[in-house]
């Protein structure tokens, strides 16, 4: 059973910063493709960031909105995948969810196999 923790959420003001973290148990997490989505109230669960990883190479993507101000990276020591959120604006403000794909479409909820709880994040204006 693959379970994938998250946590680093919080409270904070409009142009602050956060860090995500979501750690993966079960199987090899380097088998995996990460990713990053999010949910506020009302509104479909959006893509936010995704890494791909291989020997040879490492691949980002991001969502639009939040490109130039989010990176993601892993360490394939610790298990873990991370979300760094700089230039945090109220919009920000959702459910974080991280989640490992093993194909498919990085932007795509249904291509990931396991999600984790999700972490609250608020962005005071």
């Known amino acids: 059973q693959v379970q994938l923790v998250e946590s680093g959420g919080g409270l904070v003001q409009a142009g602050g910063s956060l860090r995500l973290s979501c750690v993966v148990s079960g199987r090899t997490f380097s088998s995996y493709a990460m990713g990053w989505f999010r949910q506020a109230p009302g509104k479909e669960r959006e893509f936010v960031a995704a890494i791909n990883w291989s020997w040879s190479a490492i691949s980002t993507y991001y969502g639009d909105s939040v490109k130039g101000r989010f990176t993601i990276s892993r360490d394939n020591v610790k298990n873990t995948v991370y979300l760094q959120m700089n230039s945090l604006k109220p919009e920000d403000t959702a459910v974080y969810y991280c989640?490992?794909?093993?194909?498919?479409?990085?932007?795509?909820?249904?291509?990931?196999?396991?999600w984790g709880q999700g972490t609250q994040v608020t962005v005071s204006s």
């Open positions: 989640a490992a794909r093993t194909g498919g479409s990085y932007y795509y909820p249904p291509s990931y196999l396991y």
